[in-house]
């Protein structure tokens, strides 16, 4: 059974800093692409941060420079590092692994960057 489970949100103020986990299981870890998606209220989910098997990585231009994104195979995780927080960064953030037509996703995390 393939589980994806994230950990690591709640509320932080403007400018503070959180650390994202995801724990996988059921998958071959190090095959998949692994990236996190947000979605906020009222908008389609988005691409935030994505790590490919040989750990090529993309952004958004919206996190570039603030987010940073990380996995270990050994430990089938995948990690997000979230600095200088905006409260446009509020949204529930799901963690997602894919490899061909494998496609998993978490449950998601909330996040809300508030004063």
């Known amino acids: 059974q393939v589980q994806l489970v994230e950990s690591g949100g709640g509320l932080v103020q403007p400018g503070g800093s959180l650390r994202l986990s995801c724990a996988t299981s059921?998958?071959?870890?190090?095959?998949?692409?692994m990236g996190w998606y947000r979605q906020a209220p009222g908008k389609p989910r988005e691409l935030v941060a994505s790590?490919?098997?040989?750990?090529?990585?993309y952004y958004a231009d919206s996190v570039k420079g603030r987010f940073t994104i990380s996995r270990d195979n050994a430990k089938n995780a995948v990690y997000l590092q979230m600095n200088s927080l905006k409260p446009e960064d509020t949204a529930v953030y799901y963690c997602?692994?894919?490899?061909?037509?494998?496609?998993?996703w978490g449950q998601g995390t909330q996040v809300t960057v508030s004063s």
């Open positions: 997602n692994a894919v490899a061909g037509r494998y496609d998993h």
């Open positions: 059921g998958i071959v870890f190090s095959f998949y692409t």
């Open positions: 790590i490919t098997s040989a750990e090529s990585t």
